[in-house]
């Protein structure tokens, strides 16, 4: 079952300057989600007790912002499973994003 649904987005420039569009620097945009995507949404929709699907992608985005800046900057994400488990490095990003981050390029979530 595939799900879908508007969104809205704060356009920027490339220095990361608010565009006035005439809607509030607000811009809406639409997105279709797979059914395992939309089961993903609804998870985290739920688990961060976001009031609106806005929410849960505003802070998604800033989510992935972060890790994305940090990744270009060198540094590394780990899982440590239990009090005494094993620690172990997640690849959340590759080499292209990485390249991409380093080069300015910004989504505008934060």
């Known amino acids: 079952m595939a799900g879908s649904g508007s ?3 704060t356009p920027r420039d490339t220095n990361g300057a608010l565009l006035d569009n005439g809607h509030g620097g607000k811009k809406e945009i639409r997105i279709v989600l797979s059914g395992n ?5 609804e998870e985290l929709k739920i688990g961060t ?3 609106t ?3 849960v992608f505003r802070k998604a985005l800033l989510l992935h912002l972060t890790f994305l800046r940090a990744h270009a900057a060198g540094a590394k994400v780990f899982v440590k499973r239990g009090q005494d488990g094993e620690i172990t490095p997640i690849t959340l990003f590759s080499k292209t994003q990485r390249s991409r981050a380093t080069s300015g390029t910004d989504t505008g979530a934060s």
């Open 7 to 9: 969104f809205r987005a």
């Open 37 to 41: 995507s939309m089961r993903a949404f």
């Open 49 to 51: 007790d976001a009031r």
């Open 53 to 55: 699907d806005t929410e």
